[in-house]
């Protein structure tokens, strides 16, 4: 158990480099590091938002985390307990506490299964007898994320995007966890079907004392439903802060490109508001540029930032980032992190 200073998920320097192999013999010749050394604590309660660009390895975390993945390197520990390397029979129990929802409502649920054998599939894989019967609890589930107790028997197919995410989030639910890492969760769903699901998972968090990790390219969505804000790139996390801090006073370079991105419904301070547009694509994570991986698409970059990768330090209360020449920061932080 973890005591109310201590984090409820710690990660430390995690890592997941996919082997590229080439030829008969499937000699290695290279690795894409989706993953490459990050680290961040996510405390009961809160939901942390995790954004980047597509590929830069926001879904392969959330998969470390949880365990469907095996790292390469770091460490994971939940509740104090280090499940790194932890054995499948031995993590099992602990899956009651720890769930995902995925991001393709579809894919991720069994066509030929009905709704209520894969809601009561969790009873059944972790062997748990409910007071009324798997029945009644599958069709109480169903009725707390908005559905119909009589789809019970229903097949996915028979439903739209929005009430498939629905199936998926009560599946997530069903053993009452503690902590959802929600990959995408709206993200293939129509804009008004989104503030829905998101509507649900603020309800839900606030029912029943959920901690959320919220991975998403949406900055809207993320702005909206976050505590505190990652921004990841390239298999590095570049920068992490409060929400409003990090919205308002983003201090590395690529935050700052990605906020101006945001639509603004005001149409005088849209044209206020000076746009950065990144040159060139997000490098291959197979031979990323040495030291600060952005460099190669900085507008502020240096020499030192072609040699030296910067450290994630905190340059204002609550505030994290890794960048040689951060904006929006007083004098006094810079020439500290300079010293």
């Known amino acids: 158990m973890t005591t109310p200073n201590e984090p409820l998920l710690s990660v430390q320097d995690l890592q997941k480099h996919f082997p590229v192999t080439k030829g ?12 490459d050394g990050i680290s961040f604590d996510v405390f009961k309660g809160e939901t942390l938002g995790v954004v980047g660009e597509s590929g830069c390895g926001k879904s392969t975390m959330g998969r470390l985390v949880t365990r469907l993945l095996e790292p390469t390197g770091g460490k994971v520990v939940f509740e104090g307990q280090d499940i790194t ?30 709704v209520g054998a894969i809601v ?5 894989i972790q062997g748990i007898k409910t007071e009324h019967g ?19 028997n229903r097949y996915p197919h028979e439903f739209s995007g929005g009430q498939r ?44 004392d959920l901690t959320y990790v919220v991975i998403a390219h949406d900055l809207s969505v993320v702005r909206h439903i976050s505590d505190r804000v990652a921004v990841m790139y390239l298999g590095k996390l570049v920068e992490l802060a409060d929400r409003k801090d990090l919205y308002e006073s983003p201090m590395h370079p690529y935050t700052n490109a990605l906020m101006s991105a945001v639509p603004i419904p005001d149409p005088a301070r849209r044209n206020d508001r000076e746009r950065i ?8 994570p197979l031979s990323p540029p040495p030291a600060c991986r952005f460099h190669t698409r900085c507008w502020k970059a240096q020499a030192i930032c072609k040699v030296e990768e910067p450290p994630l330090v905190e340059l204002a209360p609550r505030h994290q ?4 020449f951060p904006e929006n920061v007083s004098k006094e932080s810079t020439e500290a992190v300079s010293a």
């Open 277 to 284: 547009r990144l040159q060139g694509d997000v490098p291959s």
């Open 321 to 324: 980032v890794a960048c040689h």
């Open 24 to 35: 008969l013999l499937k000699r290695q010749v290279g690795a894409v590091k989706a993953v």
């Open 165 to 208: 995410q629905r199936i998926g989030i009560a599946r997530t639910l069903a053993l009452k966890p503690k902590m959802i890492i929600a990959d995408e969760p709206v993200s293939a769903l129509d804009v008004s079907i989104q503030a829905q699901v998101v509507n649900l998972l603020e309800d839900l968090q606030n029912e029943l």
């Open 85 to 114: 390397h932890m054995s499948q029979g031995r993590l099992r129990p602990l899956r009651r506490d720890m769930q995902m929802i995925f991001q393709d409502p579809f894919s991720s649920l069994n066509p030929r299964h009905t």
């Open 134 to 152: 798997t029945k009644k609890a599958v069709q109480d589930i169903l009725e707390l994320v908005g559905l119909n107790p009589e789809h019970y």
């Open 120 to 124: 009561g599939a969790p009873f059944r």
